[in-house]
């Protein structure tokens, strides 16, 4: 079954917690492409610009999301082995973030997972102020693994 994109929202805005606290909205969510907003309300720091953690958050999370939407759920579970993060600015007001996969590379890992119950891939994006500045940037280690 392929998980529609309101279903894909519905799993990362409220499956966890800590994501559901922040208010992390996913904007566009299918096969190859995602991106997601963190509010600036709720996620600040005691410098008056977003929180780190929440910066990371929003980065992380589109990883799970474009997992389940590009590969059979139920059959593999998304996880995050590695991320770095880079800050480049003080992050002021809601933040975004996209990142694309593309269609060669989704085969691929499809077929590592298929034969290997698992495989790894990389994800890596900027996070945007409302103004389109890039306040931070990101490359994620991933991993799908047969939930069998």
Known sequence: MKLTEDMLKGFA????EFVKRSGLKV??????YVRCLMPA????NHFGTMYAGAMFTLAEI???VMALACFEPGKYVPLLKNMSIKYL???????TFETLLAKDEINRIASDAQENGKADFILTGELKDSEGNVV????????????I
């Open 89 to 95: 600015k003080p992050a002021k007001g809601d933040i």
């Open 27 to 32: 904007l566009d969510a299918k096969a190859g």
């Open 62 to 64: 589109p990883g799970g």
């Open 13 to 16: 805005e409220e499956k966890i």
């Open 41 to 44: 309300e709720g996620n600040g």
């Open 136 to 147: 931070a940037v990101t490359e994620g280690l991933y991993q799908v693994r047969s939930s």
